[in-house]
């Protein structure tokens, strides 16, 4: 798949939103860990109510994110969640599979957005215009709430993940390489959801 880098990268003040229309904010979660899929979501908020304490879902507490993804949900314009799995990671790679799953997140919305903006410095192939904002996700409301979805679906996974492999601790660490799973991994070996080409994961196979 291909990618587009962004260069320029404007000021939230730069964006006239009543001109631009309906804006979608992107962002992932996932990209780091050991296992699972990655997730990104698109989201785009109502102007005219909108939703207090947005922020970067990293600077917030898992209770604030829960609190906020229903608050996204019953309020935002429309959202939408995707993903790419962990077969689609080892076959394209992680940032290939990342655009994937923003571009189905796109594809996924309700209404169609004048404006995309991303979370990042690379974007997916869109139909749409669209834009890549480093930082954006701390910078752009519609990119915080996309952050916390993503972050809060992927969570629940790992969650859901734990019940089938609780050797692993995906409850705790979400799949990243703790010393806690990098030891698992050693005494059990990969389960089904590793991603075979990261090396943590290679090197035990």
């Given at each position: 798949?291909?990618?587009?880098?962004?260069?320029?990268?404007?000021?939230?003040?730069?964006?006239?939103?009543?001109?631009?229309?309906?804006?979608?904010?992107?962002?992932?979660?996932?990209?780091?860990?050991?296992?699972?899929?990655?997730?990104?979501?698109?989201?785009?908020?109502?102007?005219r109510h909108p939703i207090a304490g947005l922020a970067d879902s990293k600077k917030l507490s898992p209770k604030q994110r829960e609190k906020l993804f229903d608050q996204i949900c019953a309020h935002a314009l429309c959202c939408s969640i995707a993903q790419a799995s962990v077969e689609e990671i080892d076959r394209l790679n992680i940032l290939q599979a990342t655009l994937l799953a923003m571009q189905r997140a796109v594809a996924g919305l309700r209404l169609r957005p004048n404006k995309v903006l991303v979370d990042g410095n690379r974007l997916p192939v869109l139909d749409v215009s669209a834009q890549a904002i480093v930082k954006g996700d701390a910078l752009i409301p519609s990119i915080s709430a996309a952050s916390i979805l993503a972050k809060v679906h992927r969570d629940r996974w790992?969650?859901?993940?734990?019940?089938?492999?609780?050797?692993?601790?995906?409850?705790?660490?979400?799949?990243y390489g703790t010393a806690q799973h990098l030891e698992a991994l050693r005494v059990h070996g990969a389960c089904a959801e590793h991603r075979r080409t990261f090396a943590p994961v290679k090197a035990v196979l």
């Open positions: 798949m291909r990618s587009r880098k962004s260069f320029t990268v404007p000021e939230p003040a730069a964006f006239d939103w009543a001109r631009v229309g309906l804006v979608a904010g992107v962002d992932e979660a996932g990209r780091g860990p050991l296992a699972g899929p990655v997730v990104a979501a698109a989201v785009i908020l109502d102007q790992c969650a859901q993940l734990h019940q089938q492999y609780p050797l692993y601790g995906f409850d705790a660490h979400k799949g």
